[in-house]
């Protein structure tokens, strides 16, 4: 039947070798700990307004602010997965080809990574289109800066640490 469907032999036994379920699900948990940390970012960042979305949530105590809701479930998914990660990590060391309990508990977990991944892709997409960022100059006028001031400023200053450490 395998080869009427056109399916060749993975030369090992799944049920055994738990690999490319491990890797599925620490590539879930990688993307899930990546939108964590990119919302921590945008979290901190909406603190002092300097990047807000545009569709926040509501504050009850200052009506006119927009909350990053987006932000905040990044970080929650990004800490919540390290449970199921270390769940299907766990379950892969069963001690013989039928494990009483070790796939069971795997599935459920498995699923989970996946789905906080999925979920934090969305947001993540929905953050970044989201976001207004307020640009304010170090000297406090308003408007940007002008790129080559920025470069010009980061150049010097590179300039100045390269100079300290070569004396």
């Known amino acids: 039947m395998s080869a009427a469907l056109g399916l060749t032999d993975p030369d090992r036994a ?29 979290g901190l960042l909406a ?21 990053p809701v987006d932000a905040v479930l990044l970080v929650a998914n990004g800490l ?5 990660l270390a769940v299907v990590q766990t379950a892969s060391l069963s001690y013989d080809a039928r494990p009483a309990g070790e796939w069971h508990a795997e599935w459920q977990a498995w699923r989970e990574t996946l789905r906080l991944a999925a979920e934090s892709a969305s947001l993540l997409a929905h953050a970044a289109g989201d976001l207004v960022i307020q640009v304010r100059r170090p000297d406090g006028a308003a408007g940007a800066p002008r790129a080559s001031h920025v470069v010009d400023a980061a150049l010097s200053r590179f300039e100045q640490r390269a100079d300290g450490e070569g004396s």
């Open 14 to 42: 799944w049920h055994t070798d738990r690999s490319p379920v491990l890797a599925v699900t620490r590539a879930s948990a990688s993307v899930s700990s990546a939108g964590g940390r990119i919302g921590r970012d945008l």
């Open 47 to 67: 603190r002092d307004e300097t990047a807000t979305p545009i569709h926040g949530g509501g504050s009850s105590a200052m009506p006119h602010k927009r909350n």
């Open 80 to 84: 919540r997965v390290s449970g199921p």
